[in-house]
């Protein structure tokens, strides 16, 4: 395992600090977090960039969040992780990702052009350091995000995860390690991880923080468009002067110059 990235947290109220515990005799790792900063976080950017769902579907990406950081919380330091799950209901498309590099978590849910034919799938995408990408494709049922993630975590990861909301925002994460005792893990309930700490020998292993952020810039979105520009300035904006545009993978809006865009290409030429 990777060193830790040093801290660049300068305000302790906008991240979550996931605690990761292994729980003794029971052969189980533990990650909990309460995600309130994570979660204000998230309606800011919403309100920044006007993006505004439906009551389930807001609760579904706020799961989402949850799923990836924990998930997160629990791998390698030098793991970057990225999920896209199509469910058909609701008829959402949810993409979440998390870099345990930078300590960073983001993701946002598309409404249109959303897969209704064949089965829901999880797409899951892993990139390690010096590592080829590694990722995997399951189908699962429901219409619910963590229990989407446990799905995957027994066809993909091939073992067993659970999720439970410790109390209002405050949500916990129990996977199996080897030789875990996976009667005590299938019969767990939320009762009994709110007594886990009195009922359960746990070992504290470390703290992570995470913190809503993409990390998108205008720059890269000209790093995207930059084959394109090259090829036909003109049909990238289409015989505007300003190009509309919302980052993939938050989906904030950027407003592209065309003369702004046609001098950085030059540069680059």
């Given amino acids: 395992m990777d060193q830790p990235p040093p801290s660049t947290d300068t305000d302790s109220s906008s991240v979550v600090e996931v605690r990761c515990y292994f729980v003794r005799k029971r052969n189980a790792l533990v990650t909990r977090g309460q995600f309130g900063p994570v979660f204000m976080d998230y309606y800011l950017h919403a309100a920044d960039h006007g993006l505004r769902l439906p009551e389930t579907l807001d609760g579904m990406m706020k799961e989402a969040l949850v799923g990836v950081t924990l998930h997160l919380a629990s791998k390698p330091w030098n793991e970057e992780h990225a999920w896209t799950v199509n469910f058909h209901e609701p008829k959402a498309n949810f993409f979440v990702t998390g870099d345990n590099r930078n300590a960073r978590i983001a993701g946002r849910c ?31 049922a429901g219409g619910s995000f963590l229990r989407a993630v446990e799905q995957f975590y027994t066809q993909s990861e091939q073992r067993a995860g659970r999720f439970f909301e410790h109390s209002d ?15 005590w893990l299938e019969n767990l309930d939320t009762e009994q991880i709110r007594a886990l700490d009195r009922q359960e020998e746990l070992s504290l292993l470390e703290t992570r923080t995470y913190r809503w952020e993409c990390g998108c810039t205008l720059e890269k979105l000209y790093a995207a468009l930059l084959p394109h520009a090259r090829r036909d300035m003109d049909a990238v904006f289409a015989g505007d002067e300003v190009l509309k545009a919302t980052c993939p993978r938050c989906a904030r809006r950027y407003f592209i110059d065309r003369e702004q865009l046609e001098a950085w290409v030059a540069a680059r030429n």
Avoid: H, I, W
Avoid at 110 to 120: K, P, S, Y
Avoid at 169 to 183: G, I, K, N
């Fill in 110 to 140: 598309f409404t249109e052009n959303v897969r209704l034919d064949g089965a829901q799938l999880f797409y899951s995408q892993q990139v390690k350091t010096n590592e080829p990408v590694r990722q995997s494709a399951v189908e699962f």
């Fill in 169 to 183: 925002e405050d949500y916990v994460f129990v996977s199996a390690q080897p030789q875990c005792d996976m009667e």
